[in-house]
């Protein structure tokens, strides 16, 4: 399964901003800030703008500048200079996929467990996975908004094709 090109859209986000503001307030400034600047400067934020005005987030760039850039929640980014946010989100990815595999389809996985949980909505399923992937990892506070885009790119998918996909991989 290749994920390289995983985008979701600016409103669907939108949508999602109460539950992702509950895991990560300072995260969800960062990315209403991100929506915004893609709105007005797709290059700059990651984004595609389609057809009917609809502007695509790509999930990849996104990890990227969460894991990466220092200022996120107050400064300005250079827009002459666009490091590779896409390549290093994707190399982040890569480098904890057997962690989030094991944590949330392996034998004692939280899948396998709280499967209805999981399951019904967007917002449980957010909610259920974030502190997951949070605990799994152990990241710094800086980029805990990581933890919330990992789950977003597994909620394209769904559980069960990541749980199939990434088998091998563990």
Not at 5 to 33: A, G
Request: aromatic residues 8%.
């Amino acid at each position: 399964m290749d994920i390289s090109d995983f985008k979701i859209s600016c409103e669907e986000l939108e949508q999602l901003m109460p539950v992702l503001e509950k895991c990560d307030p300072v995260w969800s400034q960062f990315l209403q800030r991100q929506i915004a600047l893609g709105r007005h400067y797709p290059k700059e934020a990651g984004c595609v703008r389609e057809a009917e005005d609809r502007t695509q987030m790509d999930m990849f760039f996104l990890l990227g500048t969460t894991i990466t850039r220092q200022d996120r929640v107050g400064g300005r980014a250079n827009r002459e200079f666009l490091p590779d946010y896409h390549a290093k989100g994707v190399t982040f990815y890569e480098s904890i996929l057997d962690q989030v595999h094991e944590a949330i389809c392996g034998k004692n996985g939280i899948y396998r467990k709280e499967r209805q949980k999981i399951e019904p909505t967007s917002e449980a399923f957010i909610t259920t996975l974030v502190p997951v992937v949070l605990s799994t990892l152990q990241l710094p506070a800086a980029i805990s908004g990581a933890a919330i885009v990992i789950v977003l790119l597994i909620s394209k998918v769904g559980v069960p094709a990541f749980c199939e996909s990434t088998e091998a991989a563990s």
